[in-house]
């Protein structure tokens, strides 16, 4: 079962949920979606690959480096994870342009 952020609803023709029968690879599931909503495979794929902006989480753990080629479960719960937003990082230990920390008393 592949679910769908709130965020890609748009692009998935308002699916949450796509059932996906006899895939064994993370590939065979995305083209199966592919011929259900074009627009979200071309949202998570590209060039043959996974977007770099999009993580996949199956059965609650975000996928590394297999990419495509992952093996899937038949009963596997796959989750696409749209970037988060937020600022810049910055290194630990860095000064702030706030001033000296100041403690809660």
Not at 20 to 28: G, I, K, S
Not at 30 to 48: C, K, N, T
Request: proline share 10%; no cysteine; charged share 25%.
């Amino acid at each position: 079962m592949l679910h769908v952020p709130a965020s890609l609803l748009e692009a998935s023709g308002g699916r949450e949920q796509f059932e996906v029968e006899d895939a064994t690879t993370l590939r065979e599931v995305f083209s199966a979606v592919r011929e259900a909503a074009p627009a979200l495979y071309d949202r998570i794929v590209e060039d043959g690959d996974l977007r770099p902006d999009i993580a996949v989480a199956i059965d609650g753990s975000i996928l590394e480096d297999t990419g495509m080629f992952t093996d899937i479960a038949p009963d596997a719960q796959i989750y696409l994870v749209p970037p988060i937003g937020g600022g810049a990082p910055r290194s630990l230990g860095q000064p702030t342009d706030r001033g000296p920390s100041r403690g809660p008393w």
